[in-house]
């Protein structure tokens, strides 16, 4: 048996550390003993009554009681990455990992994974996946009968091998069958390029994601654009699933010269306001394109511009997800992602799972045909499809800003 002395040293201190932020919630102790005698006296049954109990691998079966406890608070955006799983994660918001180029989040009506978005040019966003589709099956096997991290490491692999994967869509009676095939996703967080018009020159810049890089990289992106000289500027979030919360903040400043970008409420009511950092850049006037698949990170740049009545929102309502997760290192290596806060935009309201009605709609119909475009993520320029119905409509109202 694995680390067994070790173990019960950490669930000991874990159940200390539990005492005394329950203690401090007015929570009696026997009320905590009597809530934590259940999980101790099953562990003991384990590791002394099991058949199998020299076989047990004790680090195995604490990584499923984790992702058990987090999974019985119902919060779709809480969830536990163990020591391997933390490691992915850490790679992955440096821009680089290999799979099919999804963003997702764990269903518990289905017990299943929910795509927040496909990420912009990738292999699933080519294929055609989208917003709240949910994976129910991943070769052949179902996904409720696997952990969440599991699925998802299922859904990753050897770049140029595929993947079968069935979903449920909302509107379709049966289930959609993907055959996707795995590639490097060396995500370039911001795209950019212009447009002429009979109003002269205007910029376009795409963000797939909030990363490490991305402030830097949009700021780079802007400097190339208002370097041109333009008139306007369409900032393209869709399907962008979000990211760090810092990174949204210091992507908004590019456009808010003063004032409150979010705001950030803790379960105690405590608020923290975030300003802008500072505009260096010209203000111009501005037009956002966001859908379903816009969450998070996205939602904050797109509350705040909305609300400062910087830029006009054009497309179709963003997917609602204010909630702010906070990162608890464990002993073992993993990581506790709680949901410990939610962030309201600057005039004060909490999107979570309400989301930001459009000032502009766009049919979902007209979406364009995601198998017909194949984009190159890994590029800084890109080319538009100027049939794009978003992107028709986002130029139409920037004329009219501009004139």
């Known amino acids: ?14 159940g200390v550390i539990l005492i005394s932020w329950l203690l401090s919630a007015a929570t009696t102790t026997e009320e905590i003993n009597e809530a934590l005698n259940p999980f101790f006296e099953t562990l003991s049954y384990i590791v002394n009554a099991f058949y199998e109990k020299d076989d047990v691998e004790i680090d195995k079966v604490m990584d499923y009681a984790i992702d ?37 989040t764990y269903d518990s ?9 496909p990420m912009y040019g990738t ?35 050897q770049v140029g091998t595929t993947v079968n994967i069935k979903v449920v869509r909302e509107g379709e009676s049966d289930l959609l069958t993907f055959e996707i095939q795995r590639e490097k996703i060396e995500i370039i967080p911001v795209k950019y390029t212009f447009i002429e018009t009979t109003e002269g020159r205007v910029g376009y810049t795409k963000i797939t994601r909030f990363a490490n890089k991305t402030a830097e990289e949009m700021r780079e992106a802007l400097k190339a654009v208002f370097d041109k000289g333009v008139q306007g500027l369409i900032l393209d979030m869709r399907d962008n699933p979000g990211g760090l919360l810092d990174a949204a903040i210091d992507v908004a400043s590019c456009f808010v010269d003063s004032g409150v970008i979010v705001k950030v409420k803790n379960a105690y009511g405590v608020e923290d306001v975030f300003e802008s950092k500072g505009n260096n850049f010209p203000n111009v006037p501005v037009v956002i394109l966001v859908n379903g698949g816009s969450a998070s990170a996205s939602e904050i740049v797109t509350g705040a511009l909305k609300d400062l009545g910087i830029a006009k929102i054009v497309g179709q309502k963003t997917f609602g997800k204010a909630a702010v997760q906070t990162g608890f290192p ?28 459009p000032d502009y709609y766009v049919e979902e119909s007209a979406s364009a045909d995601h198998e017909s475009e ?30």
Do not use: C
């Not at 002993?331 to 930001?356: C, E, F, Q, W």
């Open 68 to 104: 058990g406890l987090v999974k019985g608070l119902g919060d779709d955006f809480s969830y536990y990455y163990n020591a391997e799983e933390s490691e992915e994660q850490a790679l992955e918001m440096e821009g680089e990992y290999g799979g099919l180029g999804i963003e997702v």
């Open 123 to 157: 292999p699933a966003w080519r294929a055609g996946l989208k917003s709240g589709d949910i994976i129910v099956e991943i070769d052949g096997e179902p996904v409720s009968e696997m952990l969440y991290m599991e699925a998802v490491r299922k859904l990753r692999g």
């Open 109 to 117: 009506q289905y017990r299943a994974v929910k795509i927040i978005s």
């Open 1 to 14: 048996m694995k680390r067994k002395s070790f173990v019960f040293v950490t669930i000991i201190g874990v």
């Open 374 to 403: 194949v984009i190159d993520y890994t590029k800084r320029t890109i080319e538009l499809n100027m049939e794009d119905p978003y992107i028709v409509e986002g130029l139409k109202v920037l004329m009219e800003m501009i004139k």
């Open 330 to 357: 464990l002993s073992n290596g993993g990581v506790v992602y709680l949901t410990t806060a939610h962030y309201m935009t600057p005039s004060g309201k909490d999107i979570h799972r309400i989301g930001i009605e």
